[in-house]
């Protein structure tokens, strides 16, 4: 099978001028534009998330329990439009994926917007709800209290205590002095 010189060209023209699609070597956009918009944080029980041309509205704020659901109540609105039809709200589990996928197909035809941009949005704002909901976790867990350390001066003070031959009746005495009063017995149990 032989080639003309037009067709060969013709192909060669295309192959310069083909786009790339996907490619693992790179980072594609969606991903950048994924980690760009941030969750606002300052009212807990009025989140809100942007990406253009959405903004995304958590009323009620996040439930921190129980871990394996992501129960949210969602206002999805875009901000371009003025009409009040650009809006929607819903509640729903978003890690349910029937429920995510529904919401997806129901916001993408009423907000006017492709199916691809809002599965993204919805999968960026999982993500920053989950990494908001684990700081959160994270900051209430207790605190490990620091170590105390003993200076030199208050270790001897401490041993020379200890050696004293009236050790019950002086402990005794500082129990009283703390605020156990009338409870002689109980304060030597101590």
Do not use: C
Request: charged letters at 25%; a positive charge.
């Amino acid at each position: 099978m032989t080639t003309t010189p037009l067709a060969e060209g013709h192909f060669l023209r295309l192959i310069e001028a083909r786009q790339m699609l996907f490619s693992s070597a790179n980072p594609s956009p969606e991903k950048e534009r994924l980690s760009s918009a941030p969750l606002d944080t300052t009212h807990p029980e009025y989140l809100t998330w942007r990406q253009a041309p959405l903004l995304i509205t958590i009323l009620g704020g996040v439930g921190l329990y129980p871990l394996d659901k992501l129960k949210v109540t969602l206002k999805i609105e875009r901000t371009d439009s003025l009409s009040p039809l650009h809006s929607i709200r819903y509640s729903l589990d978003l890690y349910h994926d029937d429920q995510s996928e529904k919401l997806i197909l129901k916001a993408s035809e009423r907000l006017e917007t492709g199916m691809r941009a809002m599965q993204l949005a919805m999968a960026a704002l999982t993500q920053a709800l989950e990494n908001y909901r684990s700081e959160q976790l994270e900051k209430q867990k207790p605190k490990q209290p620091e170590k105390r350390l003993l200076t030199a001066a208050r270790e001897r003070k401490a041993i020379q205590f200890l050696k004293r031959t009236d050790l019950m009746e002086a402990t005794d005495q500082l129990i009283e002095q703390s605020g156990v009063v009338g409870e002689k017995i109980n304060r030597q149990i101590l």
